[in-house]
């Protein structure tokens, strides 16, 4: 009897999930942090933290937006994104006035994540690269176990998100949100001819949705988008010369057909390239894939999508004057550096509450978000 009850007592203490928070229990990180990570085996490691936080400071300095990220066990039986969506607006993360706050939102005994963008960084451009950041860098990452991984990749996806809105870009030409095809040209290599094309995500778009009603259907749209790209990666080729079915070469005989350049791209994971074969002609053509939000640019020299870009912010924003930041690219294939300044624009001035509980935490205060954003599970 007494081993019974000790089995009972262990497996109350070990077997037991934990027990949800609450969103008014959720402290807001103190000290000039953004992240808070309340689960009990504290998942995140200082690194990773001191690496978001790194990240938010960048676009909090520079008046560009604020980025948060949350960690709980779970949120028991209240709907992970409810869940999200109430802590984003108690804390009132972004810029008042501006709405530029995202929240990364991650409930690890539940499997969810939740990404909340504020009201003025939700055209569906951004609600279609925040569903790329979700599907393509941050579930990825939980399935392979590396929570820190998927929360410093998300974390940088919501970053590059933010910097490239319309709202902090708004004197950016009007762009289109067709696939952006390059020119077929043809590719001597030995006796085999490739034909190289090009299929680029989608740019932003010009319109602006309602807030609230069109929430749900920019989220179909996104989704629908992303599969439809899927299948059309994927669909059957037929060499136009014999008619005959082409075969997609996997990545490890693919590499033989793509040159310095294209490979240094996918060892980088900014470019993925398809080489559909025909065996009866012996040729090939070459299909470019560009991966959203890669974290790296194409190189004024080489044309590669391989150059890294680092950050100096020279003056900071402030409520009176905008600020400058110089931009430096390095490409990891030609080695070519360029250096370029931008300014940024000066930081909106919080209300007298927002301005009161942003003294006790990090600056946030005065942002709202009307739910935009993805979710996913792993």
């Known amino acids: 009897m007494r081993a019974w009850l000790c089995f009972v007592m262990l497996f109350c203490a070990l077997g037991t999930p934990a027990l949800g928070v609450t969103v008014e229990s959720v402290p807001r990180p103190t000290g000039g942090s953004w992240t808070v990570d309340l689960t009990r085996a504290h998942v995140l490691t200082p690194a990773v933290r001191a690496e978001v936080d790194q990240l938010a400071h960048s676009l909090n300095d520079r008046g560009l937006g604020q980025l948060m990220v949350v960690m709980v066990d779970t949120t028991s039986s209240r709907p992970s994104r409810e869940f999200a969506l109430a802590l984003f607006n ?55 176990r590396d929570p820190n991984g998927a929360v410093r990749e998300g974390a940088q996806g919501l970053k590059e998100l933010i910097e490239n809105s319309r ?61 439809g790209r899927a299948w059309l990666r994927r669909r059957p ?41 025909c065996e009866s002609c012996e040729d090939g053509t070459v299909e470019r894939y560009g991966r959203f939000f890669s974290g790296f640019a194409r190189c004024k020299r080489c044309r590669y999508v391989t150059a890294k870009e680092t950050s100096r912010t020279l003056r900071s924003a402030t409520y009176d004057h905008g600020g400058e930041v110089e931009v430096t690219a390095r490409c990891t294939h030609c080695d070519h550096v360029t250096t370029s300044r931008h300014s940024t624009p000066r930081r909106t001035r919080p209300s007298s509450s927002s301005s009161s ?22």
């Open 167 to 227: 709202l902090n870009n708004p004197g950016a030409a009007d762009p289109s949100t067709a696939s952006d095809l390059e020119g077929q040209a043809p590719v001597s290599q030995g006796a085999v001819t490739i034909v190289q094309s090009s299929v680029s995500p989608p740019d932003e778009s010009s319109s602006q949705p309602d807030i609230g009603y069109f929430a749900g259907g920019a989220g179909v749209l996104g989704a629908v988008g992303l599969a």
């Open 237 to 277: 080729r037929k060499c136009r010369a014999c008619g005959t079915p082409r075969a997609r070469l996997d990545e490890a005989r693919d590499d033989a057909h793509l040159d310095p350049g294209q490979r240094k791209e996918e060892s980088l994971g900014s470019v993925d390239y398809d080489v559909w074969w």
């Open 90 to 144: 108690r804390w009132g993360i972004g810029h008042a006035g501006r709405d530029d706050g995202a929240l990364l939102f991650i409930a690890y005994s539940d499997r969810k994540v939740e990404i909340l963008l504020g009201d003025g960084i939700d055209e569906p451009a951004d609600k279609q690269a925040s569903d790329a950041v979700m599907a393509e860098r941050i579930v990825p990452a939980f399935k392979r």
């Open 357 to 378: 509980s942003s003294s006790r935490s990090s600056s946030s205060g005065g942002g709202r978000s009307s739910g935009g954003g993805s979710s996913g599970s792993w």
